[in-house]
């Protein structure tokens, strides 16, 4: 499927497709990419504060989190981050709550100022339970990175070794 850019809305041929797909299309649409833009951010925005409500409020234990940090096939850096909790029915749950585009370097400094971004937006610095991450060495200096600045008294690692079926995966868990 090929990429739409909002300001499509804004085009007369556009306009004219959709209304031969749907004749009374012309009161739902916006009039310009910056209105379609406006109306994704707000829908954004307000599902991240029922989200942050939903786990603050609903999380019996401590919030874990695990990232991961990949290259789009355009060469755009994105940092996934899931917070993992148990609620108050008891039941395990895993959230996407951010995919950020990392802007500069990869460095473990340059993530772990993102994911202390992340952790500040959702108010997860008092619940912070443990890190989950793959063995990428920057994950190592990205968790260290988080846990002295939100963290200075306590920054405690532990090493996970984790073994699926026949492969052996190295994963590192960090208690904050």
């Not at 990392?102 to 619940?127: K, P, Q, T, V, Y």
């Not at 079926?165 to 904050?176: E, I, Q, T």
Request: proline share 4%; net charge positive.
């Amino acid at each position: 499927m090929n990429q739409i850019a909002l300001s499509a809305v804004e085009s007369d041929l556009f306009y004219k497709l959709l209304q031969l797909c749907e004749p009374k299309i012309a009161t739902l649409l916006p009039y310009s990419g910056n209105t379609a833009r406006s109306w994704v951010m707000e829908a954004y925005e307000a599902r991240k504060q029922q989200l942050k409500v939903e786990i603050l409020s609903n999380s019996v234990s401590k919030i874990h989190i695990s990232f991961d940090l990949w290259t789009s096939p355009n060469c755009i850096p994105l940092m996934a981050v899931v917070a993992h909790y148990t609620d108050n029915t008891f039941k395990n749950r895993t959230v996407m709550i951010a995919l950020k585009r990392l802007h500069e370097a990869h460095s473990g400094e340059n993530m772990g100022s993102l994911l202390i971004e992340i952790i500040n937006d959702f108010d997860l610095n008092e619940r912070l339970g443990y890190f989950v991450t793959d063995n990428a060495g920057s994950n190592d200096t990205c968790v260290h990175h988080i846990l002295t600045s939100l963290l200075p008294d306590q920054p405690r690692m532990r090493l996970l070794l984790v073994r699926p079926r026949s492969r052996l995966l190295r994963g590192r868990s960090y208690r904050a």
